[in-house]
């Protein structure tokens, strides 16, 4: 992000704009409902995730942008979300992209409104970092596979759900972790 997208935009407006995790799953999300709420009563987070969590301490906010149809928010954002609730410091919220562009275009992949993407912030307000729209080698992987333009996105996406299966939201509580021991 640039420093003139950071200074032009107001991220404590976008903070009590958003919706809390609860409001955002139960009274914003309509398409992928079923799959949403499963996800979130599958999700947990590990006690390796909250033990350093707490050694990180501080206080920190998630500010997620995302959408109700976005696989890869369904597959990533509910295990954010038990991190917050595991840990008294991080508070998550959730913004739709489609409804706060000028957030999604502070925050673009490679030039695209790609969701989910989680700012990290600091209990200043300033951002630590960000992370998405997906775990970096499964975002390596999506982008080498599209590239070579030898699979069809249907045998990509039954990789990623795969792979999302297979993970558990390990990669991305580590990710966003990560960012916040750096922050």
């Known amino acids: ?16 704009d958003a919706f809390t995790w609860d409001d955002y799953l139960n009274r914003e999300v309509v398409k992928h409902a079923a799959m949403w709420k499963g996800t979130w009563q599958r999700a947990r987070a590990p006690e390796w995730a909250v033990q350093r969590g707490r ?8 500010l997620v942008i995302s959408e109700d149809w976005c696989g890869d928010a369904f597959n990533t954002i ?9 840990l008294p410091q991080v508070e998550l919220r959730v913004a739709k992209r489609d409804e706060n562009p000028e957030l999604v ?9 790609s969701i989910p993407i989680a700012v990290v912030l600091r209990d200043d ?10 775990p970096a080698e ?13 699979r069809a996105a249907d045998d990509i996406y039954r990789d990623v759900r795969t792979w999302y299966a297979r993970d558990r939201g390990e990669t991305t509580l580590r990710q966003l972790l990560d960012i916040m021991a750096g922050g």
Do not use: H, Y
Request: charged share 25%; glycine share 10%.
């Open 1 to 16: 992000m640039t420093m003139a997208a950071t200074t032009e935009l107001d991220l404590q407006a976008c903070w009590n």
């Open 138 to 150: 499964l975002q390596e992987f999506v982008l080498r596979e599209k590239r070579a333009g030898i």
């Open 55 to 62: 050694e990180i301490g501080g206080r920190w906010r998630i």
């Open 125 to 134: 307000g300033t951002v630590a970092g960000r992370w998405g729209p997906r």
């Open 105 to 113: 275009d502070a925050f673009l992949t490679n030039g695209s409104r």
């Open 78 to 86: 509910p295990w954010m979300a038990r991190l917050a609730e595991a």
